[in-house]
């Protein structure tokens, strides 16, 4: 039975506002006032002192055709606002096509949570957002979460493998902090996150267990500060991303912007100021237990037609498993 499992960064799947009309931006150097009849009928939410808008309805509908396009059994996906946006989505905008969605709020204060869509029945849902490092056991190690799903057989007997979703630290420093130490701080958090991630499956799975680690691990997996997360207890894990078929040839630079990609394993294309090329890094992952390895049967990036991105700025990834 081949099984296709993949992730996809939704970037900023949002439903900010449950009342008519819309609010675009806020006055310049001012604030805006709200009226309401009834206090239970509205609500609203800033970060970092902006008002925080809904998801553009033409991107929404472009990362749906994408997901579709995929039609993936079981797909992991980050940056959405809670189950009941999921919920709408996978309704009004994938026409039901998954049976079963998973989402436990967690710790971003932005409120973007990972979740998972399934057409195939889930078991266990555990959330680790609780998790804590040694070097700072008063604080929450996790940005978001590392969220633990059970995958069931169509009749709900025997348990497929185990789904590790997850949405590590990035790389943003605000304007108004130390670059250079926001960045390292940055970089230390994400190697607390591998390291916690790799103890919970060490403690979690036996040897022989199934499972899949997946999610945007915000760095490349070359990165020095992901290298413990690819280790759990001595057991290797299997980047079944290392030559993946993509649906369409990457959009080539423009004269001067450098050779473009250099291979088909890329899901992020970053252009920093300046003078330095486009960066293009395999931020969205994918990694097998070694009893999956043998049974990977192909991998697959839908691949963007602009620079910019279709929808966002990730492109989904996924494998094909003969399970």
Request: no cysteine; charged share 25%; proline share 6%.
């Amino acid at each position: 039975m081949a099984i296709s499992v993949g992730t996809f960064n939704l970037n900023n799947l949002f439903s900010r506002f449950n009342f008519q009309g819309e609010i675009t931006d806020t006055p310049e150097g001012g604030g805006i006032t709200l009226e309401f009849d009834s206090e239970q009928d509205y609500k609203a939410r800033t970060f970092m002192g902006r008002l925080v808008k809904n998801k553009d309805a033409e991107d929404t509908q472009t990362i749906a055709d994408r997901i579709l396009s995929m039609n993936v059994d079981v797909l992991a996906v980050q940056e959405v606002e809670h189950i009941e946006i999921l919920k709408e989505f996978n309704q009004n905008h994938l026409h039901g096509l998954y049976a079963h969605v998973a989402l436990i709020e967690g710790n971003d204060r932005r409120m973007i949570d990972v979740g998972v869509l399934s057409k195939l029945p889930l078991g266990a849902l555990t959330s680790h957002q609780t998790a804590v490092h040694p070097d700072e056991p008063e604080a929450r190690v996790f940005s978001r979460d590392l969220l633990q799903v059970e995958i069931l057989d169509a009749n709900r007997r025997h348990k497929l493998f185990t789904l590790y979703n997850t949405h590590l630290k990035s790389h943003f420093v605000p304007y108004y902090e130390d670059q250079v130490a926001g960045k390292e701080l940055a970089n230390q958090r994400r190697q607390r996150q591998a390291q916690t991630i790799s103890r919970i499956l060490s403690d979690t799975e036996r040897p022989n267990s199934s499972f899949i680690l997946l999610g945007d691990m915000n760095d490349p997996p070359e990165s020095e500060y992901l290298q413990p997360m690819y280790e759990a207890d001595g057991r290797a894990l299997f980047n079944a991303l290392q030559a993946p078929v993509e649906t369409r040839e990457a959009k080539a630079e423009t004269a001067g912007q450098g050779p473009g990609p250099q291979s088909a394993a890329w899901t992020h294309r970053y252009n920093p100021p300046g003078p330095p090329f486009p960066e293009y890094r395999l931020l969205d992952q994918i990694w097998l237990s070694q009893p999956l390895q043998g049974k990977l049967l192909s991998s697959h990036i839908d691949r963007r037609s602009k620079h910019g991105g279709d929808g966002g700025d990730h492109d989904p990834a996924w494998v094909v498993l003969e399970l």
